[in-house]
């Protein structure tokens, strides 16, 4: 962007682009990892009789800590890990960006390592609080080769090491294994290993979480937003040490999460079951878009998530994005050359997006 010259704008910041994936008409949305079921009648109902409740009380500032939702938030990742954590092993905010960017503002003093290509707003955040950010090297296939990864966390000691799994764009998953391996160099170093798991329920993987008690320098980050279907209410939390989520409060916003947020995610959760009984629908929906594209003689980087990223096609991908999207479908150009990204649709979105690839390819 072209600044005007009569505004501050800190010089680091002047060449940065706002994040944001395009926001268009389209019959079928598959850029933005989006869950396609929304909230059922019942859970809509539920969620409207919780915020007329907390709506009688809106002129009062709501719960800073708010602690029943990370005492249901345990709740869940203890029947989901067999984990025995309590709400002082959580911190909860505004979307899983707000918890990157606490993060950075808590501990982001040293340098910042990540394997990129991976979640693109670890590096747009670590530039826009003003911590160095480093780029760590992945195998040709996008995946992480764990031996580089050590060698560059000895190299760079960083005070962060992020690693995303299932990673953000293309997929693949990080073992519970090759994550212990990566916390113990991390240990060495004096940093924090935080693991990004916005796609962790669509994974087969153990979580980093288990590692927690015994590893208290690595830290998770989950969203609601994906298999809870959770999006538009904007809720991310950190499972972590109690000193990391005491370091939290230190940088924290004041009330920085509504009362009606805490609300809606409260009944969310008490509704867990049926909002997680779509994850097997998308990774079953995944499995078939994966075969229907490698009919079509393409190829698909392994995913544990609920979107794949493929490649083979001829035409550039900023070409054929368009061209998607003439047809009405809207998937994501990730900024690697020769690949798309695709989400993970309902049955009627996967099938005008295969109709249509098949007619431009």
């Given at each position: ?351 005008l997006f295969i109709t249509a690839l098949k007619e431009l390819i």
């Open positions: 962007m072209n600044w005007p010259a009569w505004l501050p704008l800190r010089a680091d910041l002047a060449p940065l682009s706002p994040y944001g994936a395009p926001q268009v008409a389209s019959t079928a949305a598959l850029n933005t990892n989006e869950n396609p079921y929304p909230p059922s009648a019942a859970l809509q109902k539920a969620i409207a009789d919780a915020v007329l409740l907390v709506a009688a009380d809106l002129n009062r500032y709501p719960d800073r800590d708010a602690t029943l939702l990370r005492q249901k938030l345990s709740a869940y990742i203890n029947e989901l890990s067999s984990m025995e954590f309590s709400e002082e092993n959580i911190w909860a905010a505004n979307g899983s960006n707000e918890i990157i960017q606490s993060i950075f503002l808590a501990f982001g003093d040293g340098p910042v390592l990540g394997f990129t290509p991976s979640y693109s707003m670890h590096p747009l955040i670590a530039k826009v609080t003003g911590s160095k950010w480093i780029d760590g090297q992945r195998n040709s296939d996008f995946s992480l080769n764990v031996e580089k990864a050590v060698a560059q966390i000895q190299q760079h000691k960083p005070a962060l090491t992020f690693i995303t799994t299932p990673n953000n764009p293309t997929g693949g998953a990080v073992t519970i294994e090759e994550i212990k391996v990566l916390a113990d160099a991390v240990a060495k170093v004096g940093g924090l290993l935080v693991v990004d798991e916005a796609y962790a329920e669509f994974s087969c993987e153990i979580s980093a979480a288990t590692l927690i008690p015994n590893y208290p320098h690595v830290i998770v980050i989950r969203t609601m937003s994906k298999a809870f279907a959770f999006a538009g209410a904007r809720v991310g939390y950190l499972i972590c040490d109690p000193a990391v989520k005491d370091a939290m409060m230190l940088v924290r916003l004041p009330y920085h999460l509504s009362a009606l947020t805490q609300a809606a995610a409260c009944v969310a959760l008490d509704f867990k079951d049926e909002l997680l009984g779509f994850v097997s629908t998308l990774r079953q929906s995944r499995q078939v878009l994966e075969d229907c594209l490698h009919e079509m003689g393409l190829a698909t980087i392994p995913s544990s998530a609920n979107f794949i990223l493929f490649t083979g096609f001829s035409a550039d991908a900023p070409k054929l994005w368009s061209e998607l999207l003439s047809k009405g479908v809207l998937v994501r150009d990730v900024g690697l050359a020769g690949y798309l990204r695709v989400t993970i649709g309902n049955e009627a979105e996967n099938k």
